[in-house]
Every structure is written in C-alpha cells, then in structure tokens.
C-alpha cells in the first residue's frame, strides 16, 4: 500500500510524495528526525524519560550504561531534571554509594506525553503490538551489528 505526504521541502507546491520508492536508509532517516523533533532540544532528557517509564527505577550506574555517556554528563542531564521535577534520586538502600532515579508523577507525565502524537495517539499506534515487538527486534539487531 503506497503511503502519501506533503512535500517536505517547505516550497507550498502540495505535491504529494511516496514512501514506496524511498530507501530504507531514507526512510530511517526520516523517522529519526521525527522524533527527535518530537523530542526537542532535550534529546537526552527525552531518552532517559522513555527509559524511566519502561523501567520504573534503575541506578545512575545502569542509566549511564544504556546511554552510553560519561557519568558527569549523566549527572549533569539528571540534575536538570531534577530541578524541573521529572525524576527524584535516593539513596540505594542495600548500598548506600549509589542513586536510584525514578520518574515523579510530573515526569511520569511528561514521558507519556513524549510517547503520543500531537493528536495524542500513541505514535505507533499504526503498528500492531505484534508488529512493534518484530520492529524492535529488527532495530536491535541493527544497533547491535553497528557496534
């Protein structure tokens, strides 16, 4: 099935393009930008948000190991989440050293927010649950050979 969409190059001439003779390298492309955009200037926010709401809590230790970051620049994104009241850090309680991150109710918010349209649909709501698992699936094996 041939999707349809504006021009994107922003020149008003309604032509409609198609994604079916767009590449996949194209079309990733395009998807990244749509949710980076989506993200915001806060792209790291953005990505530790999604990762709280999928995990509830972890340690900075984990978080900084997921995103692949140096841990002053964990510490830097988290206190300015901390500062707009998306997460809270506590003391671990069996080791006392680490900080475990978890989401407040205004972060909780703001991640599921992130995760829908602007017409508030999910944003792949066009996928079926099946189909987003294999798409995960898909993307993982892709990261995982770039490495």
Avoid: N
Avoid at 15 to 43: I, N, P
Avoid at 59 to 73: E, Y
Avoid at 74 to 96: F, H
Wanted: hydrophobic letters at 30%.
């Amino acid at each position: 099935m041939e999707q349809k969409r504006e021009c994107h190059r922003g020149c008003g001439c309604g032509r409609k393009l198609s994604y079916e003779h767009d590449s996949l390298y194209s079309m990733m492309r395009a998807c990244g930008y749509h949710l980076y955009v989506r993200s915001g200037r806060e792209a790291g926010q953005g990505r530790i948000l999604a990762i709280l709401l999928d995990r509830k809590s972890m340690t900075q230790k984990a978080l900084q190991d997921i995103l692949r970051i140096q841990p002053g620049s964990v510490s830097e994104i988290l206190t300015k989440m901390e500062e707009k009241g998306l997460i809270r850090r506590q003391k671990d309680e069996e080791d006392r050293r680490r900080s475990v991150i978890e989401l407040t109710e205004t972060g909780h918010e703001a991640a599921v927010r992130q995760e829908q349209q602007e017409d508030g649909t999910p944003t792949f709501a066009a996928l079926s649950e099946q189909e987003q698992e294999e798409m995960k699936k898909m993307l993982a094996k892709l990261l995982e050979s770039w490495k």
